[in-house]
């Protein structure tokens, strides 16, 4: 059996950088960890309980799918993978919570990250609306 180490040899295999052995074990796979706390939830609309239904068009461009609901003032726009409308809507009025009606995941543009929707106690609410209107049960409860 030959050693595991490098070798002066020609026929044997380059070392893997470790980028891209981190890439091969699973490092660059696209999990991401949705972050516990945000310090813009402040800008919530009060009146999360009664959401427009998850099939609800762009309210720019009538895209019927990859909607999200602005969590700040209850508009539905389309993504960034559409024609950008919440993303311009936060541009314009810097409201930066919004959640998709794809996936039901939370993404604040301010903090640039996905939030916890079941960890976050104000943000519990609006997504157990949301999964009841697109699912028509009550989501599972939270591992935590």
């Known amino acids: 059996m030959s050693n595991v180490g490098p070798s002066s040899s020609s026929s044997s295999q380059p070392e893997v950088a470790d980028e891209t052995q981190d890439w091969i074990l699973g490092a660059g796979s696209g999990w991401v960890e949705a972050r516990t706390s945000c310090d813009h939830l402040n800008s919530l609309s009060p009146d999360l309980a009664r959401l427009p239904n ?34 311009m809507h936060h541009q314009q009025t810097a409201h930066c919570l919004t959640l998709s009606y794809s996936d039901l995941s939370v993404w604040c543009f301010c903090c640039e990250a996905y939030l916890d929707a079941q960890v976050i106690l104000q943000l519990r609410p609006v997504h157990q609306a949301a999964y009841i209107l697109k699912f028509g049960e009550a989501p599972p409860l939270p591992q935590l």
Request: charged letters at 25%.
């Open 54 to 87: 998850p099939d609800t068009p762009c309210s720019r461009c009538e895209n019927p799918v990859e909607n999200w609901l602005c969590l700040c003032c209850k508009e539905v726009m389309c993504s960034r993978f559409v024609n950008r409308h919440m993303l």
